[in-house]
Every structure is written in structure tokens, then in C-alpha cells.
């Protein structure tokens, strides 16, 4: 969708909305830390440590996650207090009539989290994760370049699902922000 007259960029939304964030940790990239779940900042340190001992990381990393199917895993990643910020920010967001553009063309409720200023936090918090990539993906996850990051709302008066689809990237993360649902499910 094009940006609405006078909002010509995202970088405009973003200064925009500067002056009206209510969680500046959010968007604080020297913060990005406060927001990871303790297991996963342990995770970091167990791989920091295989490096450091020629471990391989492969190995080290399957005591840490889930391999839900085949190379389909799950990890605790942020707090609750974050997920809970990130919701209410997006909410927030949502209620000061700045525009947004969809995050893809198979929804029509949710918003690119880039284009709300949080580009910089969200890049380091995918810096975070590269030690991870690369032990799970190590071809795949080699190196981590971008990102597009969104959030998306299902609701039976909205957008109820996803069909079956095909990402455009190497590695997908999806982080379940989820209050309170039934029937959700993820298929890969």
C-alpha cells in the first residue's frame, strides 16, 4: 500500500512516532539485552564457550532448543515483559493514525516493525540470534544480512490465517506474541 500524502518514506512514519513511543527499551539497540529470555542469554554463552574450546557448535546447540520436525526449532527468545512491550507498543502504534504499510500481501491486519523505528534494535537482536543460525544452519544461517520484521494480528473479524506459503529468506524466525487464542498453529 502506498504511504498516505505527507508520509512519503517509512523513515518519516518512524520520526513521526518517535516523540509517541511508550517503550523506549524497545527501540534502545544498546538495550536489546533486558529484552532476551534468560535460557536463551545462557544458550549464548554455552556456544561463546564451544568456540572458545573448539566445541562444535552443532552439538552444543541441541541440548538448548527443540527440534519441533526436522530443522524446525524452538527456544525461548524474549521475556514476557518484552513480548508484553511489543504488543502494547504495536497497539499503542495502532491508535495514533500514522499510516502503515501491510507487512506482505497475504495480510491485511499487522505492521513492519522496521518501519516504526525499531530497524536498529531489531538488527541487533538479529545479531543476537546469528551464533544460533550458524549452529543450527550452517550454511543457511551463515550470515545473516537482513531483516523483515512484522507482526501480524488474526482475529474471526479480520485476518484469520495464512494460507500455505514460501518465505523469501534462508532462515525464518517466528516469535509467538500471542495473548490469548485457541486453534493457533504453525505448519512448516
Keep these: 500500500l502506498p504511504f498516505v500524502r505527507g508520509y512519503s518514506t517509512a523513515t518519516q512514519v518512524a520520526e513521526k ?3 509517541l513511543r511508550k517503550h523506549a527499551t524497545l527501540f534502545s539497540p544498546a538495550r536489546v539485552d533486558e529484552l532476551l529470555h534468560p535460557e536463551f542469554l545462557a544458550m ?7 568456540d572458545l574450546m573448539g566445541t562444535d ?12 520436525a526436522a530443522e524446525i526449532y524452538s527456544f525461548p527468545l524474549l521475556t514476557e ?4 512491550m511489543l504488543c502494547d507498543e504495536v497497539e499503542h502504534f495502532q491508535t495514533t493514525g500514522l499510516p502503515a504499510r501491510r507487512p506482505n500481501s497475504m495480510n491485511n491486519y499487522g ?16 545479531s543476537s540470534i546469528a551464533p544460533v543460525a550458524r549452529a543450527l544452519f550452517p550454511v543457511e544461517g551463515q550470515s545473516l544480512d537482513d531483516h523483515h520484521s512484522f ?3 488474526y482475529k474471526p473479524s479480520e485476518d484469520k490465517g495464512l494460507d500455505m506459503h514460501t518465505d523469501d529468506s534462508d532462515c525464518t ?3 509467538c506474541l500471542g495473548k490469548e487464542f ?7
Excluded at 44 to 50: E, G, R, T
Excluded at 81 to 84: F, L, R, S, V
Design 173 to 175: 524466525l517466528n516469535v
Design 17 to 19: 512516532y518517535t516523540p
Design 111 to 126: 505492521i513492519i516493525l522496521n518501519e516504526i523505528g525499531l530497524k536498529e534494535a531489531l538488527s541487533v537482536l538479529q
Design 57 to 68: 557448535p552443532a552439538a552444543v546447540i541441541k541440548g538448548w532448543v527443540t527440534e519441533e
Design 182 to 188: 485457541e486453534a493457533a498453529g504453525l505448519t512448516f
Design 44 to 50: 549464548l554463552q554455552s556456544l561463546d564457550a564451544a
Design 151 to 153: 507482526v501480524v494480528s
Design 81 to 84: 515483559k518484552a513480548c508484553d
